[in-house]
C-alpha cells in the first residue's frame, strides 16, 4: 500500500492538443480518491500516467515514496481495471486471473492458491472454466476485479468501471467496489464522470475541468460549499440554484424579491452569484410569511420527492425538492421562501466561491 | 428475444393480398421482367469466361470450327499440358512465368503485410501529429493510375539496376500494396480495444510484446482479407510488368500470356488453358477468405 502524489502534472500530445493543463494531487495511503468531471476534462489521462500508459510531459508521479516517472507500468506496482474490462478472449477466466501471476513468475503453487483466493472473495468459483465471451458483463466486470487484486498491487486504479454495466448491476457492483476497497485497505483511484458514484464510493473527490483540479474535498465539502459554478451545477440532481444576487440591508437579495441570509465577508462593488440547493428552498401556501409570490411551472412525482420548478419573476426558473406529503399543481399560485443556512456566494467575473 | 424481418414487417404481404387483381398481375409481369433481364445480363457477363473454360478442353478443330461448336466438340487436355510441359518435353517457358508470378506476388504481399500491419497499428493507437494528414497522403499515392509513372520508374530502376529483375517488381508492387494494407488494416484494429495492451503492459509487457502477443492473433482475420487483395493486385498486375521485364527469366504470366497473341498464329487452345490456370489461384484464394473480404469491405461503413 502507499500513497500517490502527482504535481505539475502537465500533458500535451503531438498533435497539439492538451489534455491536462497542471494537475496536483496528494492522495492518501488506504484511500478511495475519486476523480471526477466530464468527458475530456483530463482525468482519465491524468490516472493513465499514474499508471505509466501515457507519458506526462511535464510534473511528478510518485506512487508511495518512488518516483515512477520513467518507469513502465508493469514496475510500478500497481493494477488497472478498464471500462471494457480487457479480459484476454483466449483464455478462461482461471488463467485470465492467473495471467498477471505467471507474468511475474511466481510458483504456479502459490498462483493457484492467490487465484482461489480472490476467486472466492469475487464469488467466481462458477466461472473459472467459461471464456470472456461466454460471460454477461456484469461477470466479466468481477472477473477484471479479481484480476486486479490478485496482484496485492499498492494501489488499484480504476478507468470508469461500471459505465458499461446496466443500472441495476452497477449499483451492486458500486457496492462490491466499496466493501473491497474497505476489507482490503488497499489505495484507490476511481475515474468517474458519475457524480452519484463519486459521492457514494470517494473519501474523497476531485473534480476536474478543462485539464485544471477545480476542487478537492469529501463528498459532503463538495456538495455543501462548490469551490467554483462550475462544481456547483456539476454537482448534484438536480443541480444547484444560482441566484444572481445584491447585498442590502444586511441580506442577499435575489430578483423576484426572494431573500437570502449573508455569508460574512462579502466583497463589495462585484456581481455576486448565490449557490442554493433544492432542498434549501420551500414551496409553501401563497402568502405565507416571508415568502415570495411564485407559480408552479412543473411537478415531476419521483415517489421519496417531488421536484417543483417555480417562476418566481426572477428570470431563471428555480428547483424546489419537496417530501412526496406536498400537495401543488402544475399553475398553482404558491408561496416560495429559503429555509437553509447561508449558501456559498460566487463572484461572477472569476466564477470563483467568494464567501 | 429475436425477431426475424418476416415477423416484425407482416404489413407488405398483407397490402399484396388486398391489392386489385390487375395491381397483382402487374407484379407477375414486373418479376418475369426482372428475372429475364438479371438471365441475360448474367449470359453476358460469364459467357466470355464459359468460352475460355470451353476453349481450353477442345481440339484445336473444333476452336476454329465456323459455325462454332457449343456443345458437341472432342474433348481433350492437351492445352493444359502445352501450359506446362514444353515442346522438347522439359518444362515450358509458361510454367517458368507462373512460377515468377507466384514469387513476385508472394513475396510483394509479404513485404506488404510486414510494412503495413505495424504501421496500421501506430496509426490506430498513437496520436500524431497531422495524422488525417498523413493518412490521406498516403492514400493518394493510390489515386494515380500506375502508367503514368512507369516511365521515369523505368529511367530509375535503369539506374539502380533494378531492371528486368524479380526484385524490382517485387519493390514497385510493396509500394503500390502498402498504403492500401495501411488503410485496410487500420479499421481492422480499430475495432480492437486498446486496452488488452493496455492490460498487458500492466501485467509486464513492452508495448511491442503487448502488441505482438495480444492484438495481432485478433487481427488474423483482418490480415487474411488485406493480404488476399494485395495478393490479387500483385498477381494480375500487367503495366510495370510489360515495361520493366524483358527477359523470360524474370517475366510474370500476365505479360507472359499477352505475348501468345500475336504472330503469325494464335494458339487460342493454349491461351484459353494458361488464362484458366492464371484466374484458379485467386478464386480459391477469395473463396477461402471470402467471409473476412466481406468484413474489410464494409467496416466503417455503419458505425456502432
Redesign the interface.
Known amino acids: 500500500m502507499a500513497g500517490i502524489e502527482v504535481t505539475n502534472l502537465h500533458k500535451r ?5 492538451v489534455a491536462v493543463e497542471q494537475v496536483d494531487l496528494s492522495i492518501k495511503e488506504g484511500e478511495l480518491f475519486v476523480m471526477l468531471g466530464p468527458s475530456g476534462c483530463g482525468k482519465t489521462t491524468t490516472l ?1 500516467a499514474m ?3 501515457e507519458r506526462q510531459t511535464s510534473g511528478d508521479i510518485r506512487i508511495g515514496t518512488t518516483l515512477v516517472n520513467d518507469l ?3 514496475e510500478r506496482d ?3 481495471v ?5 479480459l ?3 483464455l478462461r477466466t482461471r488463467d485470465n486471473l492467473a ?2 501471476l505467471r ?2 513468475g511466481l510458483p504456479e503453487k502459490e498462483v493457484r492458491e492467490r487465484v482461489a483466493e480472490a476467486s472466492r472473495m469475487m464469488q467466481l468459483d462458477a466461472l473459472l472454466d467459461r471464456r470472456p465471451h461466454r460471460l454477461s458483463g456484469g461477470e466479466q466486470q468481477r472477473v477484471a476485479l479479481a484480476r486486479a487484486l490478485v496482484r496485492r498491487p499498492q494501489a488499484f486504479l480504476m478507468d470508469e468501471p461500471l459505465t458499461n454495466l446496466d443500472a441495476e448491476l452497477r449499483a451492486d457492483t458500486r457496492t462490491e467496489i466499496k466493501h473491497l476497497q474497505a476489507q482490503l485497505g488497499t489505495t484507490m483511484v476511481y475515474v468517474t464522470h458519475d457524480q452519484v458514484e463519486a459521492m457514494s464510493l470517494g473519501h474523497r473527490i476531485a473534480i476536474l475541468n478543462k485539464g485544471r483540479v477545480e476542487q478537492v474535498g469529501t463528498p459532503l465539502e463538495v456538495y455543501d460549499r462548490p469551490a467554483s459554478l462550475f462544481c456547483a451545477s456539476f454537482i448534484g440532481s438536480p443541480p444547484m440554484n444560482l441566484i444572481e444576487v445584491e447585498v442590502s440591508e444586511g441580506a442577499l437579495r435575489g430578483p423576484g424579491g426572494l431573500v437570502l441570509p449573508p455569508p460574512p465577508g462579502l466583497p463589495r462593488d462585484r456581481t455576486l452569484v448565490a449557490g442554493v440547493r433544492p432542498e434549501a428552498l420551500e414551496v409553501t401556501n401563497a402568502g405565507t410569511e416571508g415568502s415570495v409570490a411564485a407559480r408552479v411551472v412543473s411537478a415531476e412525482a419521483l415517489g421519496d420527492e417531488i421536484i417543483y420548478v417555480l417562476d418566481h419573476g426572477g428570470g431563471r426558473d428555480l428547483r424546489v425538492r419537496m417530501p412526496p406529503t406536498a400537495r401543488f399543481a402544475t399553475d398553482d399560485s404558491v408561496g416560495l421562501r429559503h429555509a437553509g443556512g447561508t449558501p456559498p456566494v460566487y463572484d461572477l467575473s472569476t466564477e470563483e466561491l467568494v464567501a | 428475444m429475436a425477431i426475424s424481418i418476416d415477423e416484425a414487417v407482416p404489413a407488405p404481404a398483407q397490402a399484396a393480398e388486398d391489392a386489385p387483381a390487375g395491381r397483382r398481375r402487374g407484379g407477375t409481369a414486373r418479376r418475369v421482367i426482372e428475372v429475364v433481364l438479371l438471365v441475360a445480363l448474367a449470359v453476358a457477363m460469364l459467357f466470355p469466361v464459359l468460352w475460355m473454360l470451353e476453349t481450353s478442353i477442345k481440339e484445336n478443330r473444333d476452336v476454329y470450327a465456323v459455325p462454332a461448336k457449343f456443345f458437341n466438340f472432342d474433348f481433350t487436355t492437351i492445352h493444359y499440358k502445352d501450359v506446362f510441359v514444353g515442346r522438347d518435353g522439359g518444362r515450358s517457358d509458361l510454367s517458368g512465368s507462373f512460377l515468377n508470378s507466384v514469387i513476385v506476388a508472394g513475396a510483394s504481399t509479404i513485404l506488404a503485410t510486414v510494412l503495413g500491419v505495424p504501421a496500421a497499428w501506430a496509426y490506430s493507437r498513437f496520436t500524431l501529429k497531422a495524422k488525417k494528414d498523413q493518412l490521406f497522403f498516403i492514400l493518394s499515392t493510390r489515386f494515380m493510375p500506375p502508367v503514368v509513372v512507369v516511365i521515369p520508374i523505368f529511367l530509375m530502376y535503369r539506374e539502380l539496376g533494378l531492371i528486368d529483375s524479380k526484385l524490382g517488381l517485387v519493390l514497385i508492387y510493396a509500394a503500390f500494396n502498402v498504403p492500401f494494407t495501411i488503410w485496410m488494416m487500420k479499421g481492422f484494429v480499430d475495432e480492437v480495444p486498446a486496452e488488452y495492451e493496455d492490460a498487458a503492459m500492466l501485467d509486464g509487457y513492452t508495448r511491442l510484446q503487448a502488441f505482438r502477443k495480444f492484438t495481432l492473433p485478433l487481427l488474423v482475420p483482418g490480415i487474411a482479407a488485406t493480404a488476399v487483395f494485395a495478393l490479387i493486385f500483385s498477381w494480375n498486375e500487367f503495366v510495370f510488368a510489360i515495361f520493366l521485364t524483358s527477359s523470360q527469366e524474370v517475366r510474370t504470366a500476365p505479360p507472359a500470356i499477352a505475348g501468345l497473341i500475336g504472330g503469325t498464329t494464335v494458339d487460342w487452345g493454349l491461351v484459353a488453358a494458361s488464362a484458366v490456370v492464371f484466374a484458379l489461384p485467386v478464386l480459391v484464394f477469395a473463396f477461402l477468405v471470402r467471409k473476412h473480404l466481406v468484413a474489410g469491405v464494409t467496416l466503417g461503413a455503419v458505425r456502432r
Open positions: 500530445y503531438p498533435d497539439g492538443t493513465r499508471a505509466g500508459l513502465p507500468p508493469a500497481i493494477a488497472m478498464f471500462q471494457f474490462y480487457a484476454y478472449p483466449h495471467f498477471p507474468a511475474e
